[in-house]
Nanobody, 118 residues
């Protein structure tokens, strides 16, 4: 099994920056892709960015030029660098680890709150 722990959320003003961390532990060799998702109140959870073991990155259009996801480092940690934050970025940000085996369920972290004040 895989466990995920997120950290780095907080309250920032518009235009500010935050760096989120996602640390994976347990059966990390089973992880194929680590992604960051977010869920704002009353909205569905949406993909922010993801990175594969091969380094392939997928970004949502709304973060291009503002957010950067790191590669999966040797400590199985993935960072999400968020710059020029906007109030609409306010959400709970979740880390997700997808396994190589397609019929095995992905793992979610507990989430970290990001609040951007106007």
């Amino acid at each position: 099994q895989v466990q995920l722990v997120e950290s780095g959320g907080g309250l920032v003003q518009t235009g500010g920056s935050l760096r989120l961390s996602c640390v994976a532990s347990g059966s990390t060799r089973d992880i194929s892709v680590i992604g960051w998702y977010r869920q704002a109140p009353g909205k569905q959870r949406e993909l922010v960015a993801s990175v594969g073991r091969n380094g392939m990155i997928h970004d949502a259009d709304f973060v291009k030029g503002r957010f950067t996801i790191s590669t999966i480092n040797a400590d199985n940690t993935v960072y999400l660098e968020m710059n020029n934050l906007k109030p609409e970025d306010t959400a709970v940000y979740y880390c997700n680890a997808r396994p190589y085996t397609p019929w095995v369920q992905a793992t979610w972290g507990q989430g970290t709150q990001v609040t951007v004040s106007s």
